[in-house]
């Protein structure tokens, strides 16, 4: 498993943007397909965006598409996700997550590898 750490959260008005990251330590980064999750209280986990091992593919939920960008750097050890045109509905606590698999997976099931979690506040 890898341990990962997200940075970038917080506070912005709608239309804004925000970039967080997610920086991995552990066994080897560039192994995993990677993820983003949001959920806000009350509500199970929700998909946002994934990418597999090499940045190649790419997946979205489609309340985020067009809005989101998600990217990596192997180099670094680190997923980021481009969130722009924010919207109050956007406002969660955003999670990564590392899949064994390296292809890109959409289920939180196929993770075994969360961060804490970074807060994201979309006012209107």
């Known amino acids: 498993q890898v341990q990962l750490a997200e940075s970038g959260g917080g506070l912005v008005q709608a239309g804004g943007s925000l970039r967080l990251s997610c920086a991995a330590s552990g066994r080897s980064f560039s192994a995993y397909g990677m993820g983003w999750f949001r959920q806000t209280p009350g509500k199970e986990r929700e998909f946002v965006a994934t990418i597999d091992w090499s940045g190649a593919l790419r997946n979205y939920a489609n309340s985020v598409k067009g809005r989101f960008i998600i990217s990596r750097d192997n180099a670094k050890n680190t997923v980021y996700l481009q969130m722009s045109s924010l919207k109050p509905e956007d406002t969660a606590i955003y999670y990564c997550?590392?899949?064994?698999?390296?292809?890109?997976?959409?289920?939180?099931?196929?993770?075994?590898?969360w961060g804490q979690g970074t807060q994201v506040t979309v006012s209107s």
């Open positions: 997550a590392a899949a064994p698999d390296s292809a890109y997976n959409t289920q939180a099931k196929a993770y075994n590898s």
